[in-house]
T-cell receptor, first 112, second 115 residues
């Protein structure tokens, strides 16, 4: 089955700086890679996703890049703000598979 | 109400108790999920219901029993749990179209403590 590894487990950045979270996956058939943000006391919420036919996707201060050859994908947050503090999860899923395999999460702390 | 609602938000139970977690989605989705979230572990898929039919059961112990009476409601019945079952149990829903599962919408979770 799919195995997703996520690094780092914790990350602290100064407000206004950029944050990068990286994930690797094992199943070359995986073609859908979402990122979820979980704030304290809340359930995870989708913030951005990318499919295997695209190398990069941006949404305002958030971007995701995908390297299919190396089987890794990354989340980039620019101009970080205090409200970006949360736990971020990457995930991977193959076509026709109901199961989304999640990484272990990254606790991001933005230092004011 | 909108979104995915879970009750109770917190539950403490003994190992011999029987309790149930409830999930309700108001999004018109056709698939519902139970996930287990433990510290420093990936979100663990327990059960999937698509069009009210169970499509996945990831070798979950029989002390966890799901029920999906209709496309809007999902239950997780708990009995004779172990302390290691203490975790946050998350319900989610999505709109599945054929073989392609859409975005997961999560509830806020039910924090379970087994004494």
């Amino acid at each position: 089955g799919e195995n997703v590894e996520q690094h780092p487990s914790t990350l602290s950045v100064q407000e206004g700086d950029s944050a990068v979270i990286k994930c690797t996956y094992s199943d070359s058939a995986s073609n859908y890679f979402p990122w979820y943000k979980q704030e304290l006391g809340k359930g995870p919420q989708l913030i951005i996703d990318i499919r295997s036919n695209v190398g990069e996707k941006k949404d305002q201060r958030i971007a995701v890049t995908l390297n299919k050859t190396a089987k890794h994908f990354s989340l980039h947050i620019t101009e970080t703000q205090p409200e970006d503090s949360a736990v971020y999860f990457c995930a991977a899923k193959g076509f026709g598979n109901e199961k989304l395999t999640f990484g272990t999460g990254t606790r991001l702390t933005i230092i004011p | 109400e909108t979104g995915v609602t879970q009750t109770p938000r917190h539950l403490v139970m003994g190992m011999t108790n029987k309790k149930s977690l409830k999930c309700e989605q108001h999004l018109g989705h056709n698939a519902m999920y139970w996930y287990k979230q433990s510290a420093k572990k990936p979100l663990e898929l327990m059960f999937v219901y698509s069009l009210e039919e169970r499509v996945e059961n990831n070798s979950v112990p029989s002390r966890f029993s799901p029920e999906c009476p209709n496309s809007s409601h999902l239950f997780l019945h708990l009995h004779t749990l172990q302390p290691e079952d203490s975790a946050l149990y998350l319900c989610a829903s999505s709109q599945s179209s054929g073989l392609n599962t859409g975005e997961l919408f999560f509830g806020e979770g039910s924090r379970l403590t087994v004494l």
